[in-house]
């Protein structure tokens, strides 16, 4: 429990302040939403979200607020305003940590050490890259020039809630490092850490206007932000469908920028002929499968065995006795491994999933019995085998704690069952061989391959999807930084 966490929740509520604007709280003016605990299903409160003036509102203070001095013009001040964020973000992680669990259910010490931690390594990374920016220089006869990157101007953010605060600092830390003007929108599921982050921007010194909040639901909030003519680009993080709409927003607007980070299916691969202990790797996987609820972009959907039918059986034996241990409980308790999903949909549309699959033909390996009782949105960590494609489970999404289990001959067919998946955002492949590692990198076409040990890299390595789970752009790195610009040549004609 978080005294400074709570008091904020009460004061928002109370006033209704779903609208930071020019870094000031103000209370929105349209239809209100419930903020639900999923840990209990019990309602927070509700609260307006922003009308269509304070989009408009929202917008034009990003505006003035790019074009005025001493933002996007002063590399060395804006980095040093990110790294005290970062410090008030650190100091803080607490009061953070304890609004993403009672709003996403998300496992309050995890996020301590991952989510939080992360938003601080993002800040302080992309303060040290706006701080060291340089362009190319070009010679010729006839004039020499140079070709930098300016920041775009006013980016709309909109985000998903599975890691409300780690994917804000994804996006937040390189568009303001790169020195554009915000205009955010949580997901309408969890809202409340990046209404406490703008309070703490404020307070680092980020300026007026440069980094504004609005609450708001997707088809009012999040299709303004869309269709807005004086938002030079949007970020997204979220599902294909929805991605697909902002492309569309744009070409019927301004051709703003579109930036989409989607969905994914992750595999993890098990390459048994050079993995020395199969089952000492189940706890890796089942953490792949099963952190954050499964909620999570890269999570691993299919475990594939790549080895004989008999080591394939001790392996799988391995795998459901992990998957049994993995603890679900009250995020803000200490022993969560996993808390709630997200909300009843989400519980119900997962649960549905995993029938219709044992209904089609599939097999239960491991289905977790030790799952808190109540109201809350509770589903437990399982594992199938034998499911058919024919099965949603088989080519879906399912973004809940529900992997499958299956084994291959050989490597080619484990390669194919990534490679011909639409997305290809991320996969794992344990394998203990050098030269056999490197082939798995030549071969498996992802985003993002972790070798022996699910990973989804670091701050400093792009982070993003091939095929349908990403358009354009990626979080993480330099790279991200470059997405925040546009080039500019600038030449100089010598007579
Ligand atoms: P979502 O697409 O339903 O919603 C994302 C955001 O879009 C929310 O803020 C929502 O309000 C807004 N939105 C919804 N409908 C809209 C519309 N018609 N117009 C404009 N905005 C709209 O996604 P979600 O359920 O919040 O998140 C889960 C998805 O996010 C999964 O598919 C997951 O894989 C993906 N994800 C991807 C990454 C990545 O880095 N690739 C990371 C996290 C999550």
């Excluded at 979200?49 to 074009?67: I, L, P």
């Excluded at 937040?172 to 205009?183: E, I, K, R, S």
């Excluded at 409340?192 to 909040?213: C, K, W, Y």
Aim: aromatic residues 8%.
């Amino acid at each position: 429990m978080s005294q400074r966490g709570s008091e904020f929740v009460q004061q928002v509520l109370q006033d209704q302040l779903s609208a930071y604007i020019n870094n000031k709280p103000q209370a929105g003016q349209a239809e209100s939403i419930d903020l639900i605990n999923p840990s209990t299903g019990a309602p927070i409160g509700s609260l307006a979200t922003a009308s269509a003036a304070q989009v408009d509102e929202a917008v034009a203070a990003a505006r003035a607020a790019f074009a005025a001095p001493g933002w996007a013009d002063d590399d060395g001040g804006r980095a040093e305003t990110l790294r005290r964020l970062a410090t008030l973000v650190h100091e803080h992680g607490d009061v953070i940590a304890y609004l993403d669990a009672i709003e996403a259910g998300k496992v309050h010490r995890l996020s301590i050490d991952e989510d939080v931690a992360d938003v601080v390594a993002n800040l302080r990374y992309f303060a040290d890259l706006a701080d060291h920016h340089d362009g190319r220089q070009v010679q010729t006869a006839g004039g020499w020039g140079w070709v930098r990157g300016v920041p775009i101007g006013v980016v709309g953010v909109v985000l998903p809630w599975n890691f409300p605060i780690a994917m804000l600092g994804w996006k937040v830390a390189p568009a303001l490092a790169a020195g554009n003007a915000l205009v955010l929108k949580p997901s309408e599921d969890s809202v409340l850490s990046a209404l406490f982050f703008a309070e703490l921007a404020r307070e680092a010194g980020v300026p007026d206007g440069i980094l504004n909040v609005l609450v708001g639901d997707g088809e009012h909030t999040g299709a303004a932000l869309g269709r807005h003519d004086d938002i030079d680009m949007v970020t997204f993080t979220g599902s294909g469908q929805v991605g697909r709409e902002f492309l569309r927003y744009a070409a019927d607007s301004n051709l703003k920028r579109i930036s989409l980070e989607l969905g994914g299916r992750a595999a993890y691969i098990v390459d048994a002929e050079h993995t020395r202990n199969p089952g000492g790797i189940a706890e890796d996987i089942v953490g792949a499968a099963f952190g954050n609820a499964g909620q999570n972009c890269t999570a691993t959907s299919r475990v594939v065995f790549v080895g004989e039918p008999e080591a394939y059986e001790k392996f799988a034996g391995a795998l459901a006795e992990q998957a049994l241990r993995f603890r679900v409980a009250d995020p803000m308790s200490g022993e969560a491994a996993m808390g709630p999903v997200i909300n009843g949909a989400a519980r119900d549309r997962i649960l549905a999933w995993v029938d219709e699959a044992i209904a089609a033909g599939a097999s239960v390996l491991a289905r977790q019995v030790d799952v808190p009782e109540g109201d809350g949105f509770w589903v437990a960590p399982t594992l199938l085998q034998n499911v058919p494609n024919s099965a949603t489970l088989g080519t879906g999404e399912v973004f809940g704690p529900v992997a499958q289990v299956l084994r291959v001959d050989t490597r080619e067919e484990a390669v194919e069952l990534v490679n011909g998946e639409p997305y290809g955002l991320a996969s794992t492949v344990w394998c203990e061989d050098l030269a056999m590692a490197k082939w798995w990198s030549d071969q498996v076409r992802v985003g993002t391959l972790a070798l022996n040990g699910y990973s989804e890299g670091t701050v400093a390595t792009p982070f993003g999807g091939l095929r349908q789970s990403g358009f354009w752009g990626r979080d993480n790195g330099p790279e991200a930084l470059d997405g925040y610009r546009e080039l500019m040549t600038v030449w100089v004609t010598t007579p």
